[in-house]
């Protein structure tokens, strides 16, 4: 394990181009890290900070919110790709022949599973079903959290090439088909339905209402592009999108290599710009906590915080959390003991906290999993996403009792 000490760059207070003054995100922070390659991916963690994956002797880093890196070498992840928190607790990694999870809390003990057509790793994502996702050549894959050697591939989606793979909020998976010139959303029975884009598109994210965006390097000119029933593009001439992530004003955020900054599209087809430090190459982008986005810099070997990603007040488009209990105890339970371990496992927006409540107590701060040890009796388990100002108004409820 290595500790590097943050690398704090001068926050450059930049109005997005072309975007009124409200919309105030601004780069406030650049953190060294080893070793960040082009498909080396960022996420948020289940702890409240970012891990991105890594190219050299170390696999992993996390970024603690101040900017504090810490590098780990796991013997079991070589050269890992994709990285999402998996509803199990866990981080998962793709790899070359399979995956890898691992606890926040012990990085360097990591538990891989081979799975042979994980030919390409790419990214990673937790379905509407609480599987984990991935898509590898032509293969879309589901692996259950909890038994990840019983994973089914599905090879007869249409997808030719993956590039990246996302949970929508249509209850699809939606994937970034370099290889088909096509996103591809893909039912969680493995039935495809191509949306041709051209070019070679190189990642989707969900937005709301079932709508995605995607980023597409591959046409002339380049383009950036929305896809709720049909395809609508934005051009970006010589920008380069690549990687593409949901922010907490509702708007999804592009890191665009070549121009060295962030395009920002809303879900009506606005775009603005906000520039970065000259030749970092912007590459992969993840919300994080807190109204964040995060940024690796291939160029550089450092990762960028942009702080400030908030809706416009008074009607401005916000992100609505949303949570889902994907793990939970069962509806009658005896026990012969005084009192019963029960856990709860949930998921949610992409970047949000959680709130848990039992029996219509005060809501507190919570992680996935939530672990109480309960005396006989019933009860009433509540758990709601929070990202920024927002909270899941349809919390995920549970109702269970325990006999002795």
Do not use: H
Not at 189 to 214: D, R
Not at 309 to 318: D, E, H, I, S
Not at 339 to 358: M, S
């Amino acid at each position: 394990m290595r500790t590097l000490g943050a690398v704090l760059a001068t926050a450059i207070a930049l109005p997005l181009v072309g975007l009124p003054a409200y919309a105030d995100p601004a780069p406030d922070g650049e953190f060294a890290v080893s070793d960040v390659g082009t498909n080396n991916q960022i996420a948020p963690g289940p702890d409240g900070n970012m891990w991105v994956t890594l190219q050299g002797a170390n696999d992993v880093a996390r970024i603690a919110p101040d900017g504090t890196v810490t590098e780990y070498d796991a013997a079991t992840i070589t050269s890992p790709i994709g990285i999402t928190a998996g509803p199990d607790g866990n981080l998962w990694v793709t790899q070359n022949g399979g995956v890898a999870r691992f606890s926040p809390a012990t990085p360097t003990t990591a538990t891989a599973t081979a799975i042979a057509d994980i030919a390409d790793p790419r990214g990673i994502t937790v379905g509407p079903d609480g599987n984990l996702w991935t898509a590898s050549g032509n293969k879309v894959i589901k692996i259950p959290p909890a038994a990840p050697a019983t994973f089914t591939s599905f090879a007869a989606t249409g997808v030719v090439g993956a590039r990246w793979i996302t949970s929508g909020t249509d209850g699809n998976l939606w994937v970034a088909d370099f290889g088909g010139q096509q996103i591809v959303r893909v039912t969680t029975s493995g039935a495809g339905t191509p949306f041709v884009t051209g070019g070679g598109p190189q990642g989707v994210a969900a937005g709301q209402s079932g709508q995605v965006a995607f980023s597409d390097p591959g046409t002339n000119p380049q383009t950036v592009g929305r896809i709720t029933t049909a395809v609508a593009t934005t051009a970006t001439p010589m920008a380069d999108p690549f990687g593409v992530a949901f922010g907490s004003d509702g708007a999804y955020w592009f890191a665009q290599f070549a121009a060295n900054n962030l395009g920002r599209l809303t879900a009506d087809g606005q775009y603005s710009t906000l520039p970065l430090s000259a030749g970092s190459g912007p590459r992969q982008i993840s919300a994080g906590p807190n109204n964040t986005l995060w940024v690796t810099l291939d160029n550089v070997n450092k990762v960028a915080r942009i702080s400030g990603v908030t809706a416009a007040p008074g009607g401005g488009t916000t992100t609505t959390p949303t949570t889902t209990l994907t793990k939970k105890p069962k509806k009658k339970r005896t026990i012969d003991t005084k009192r019963a371990k029960t856990r709860f496992r949930f998921a949610g927006t992409t970047g949000a906290t959680f709130q848990c409540r039992l029996n219509m107590r005060a809501w507190k701060t919570c992680k996935s999993p939530k672990t109480y040890r309960l005396k006989p009796g019933k009860y009433r388990f509540a758990v709601r996403a929070v990202l920024g100002p927002v909270k899941d108004a349809s919390p995920a409820k549970y109702r269970f009792r325990i006999k002795r």
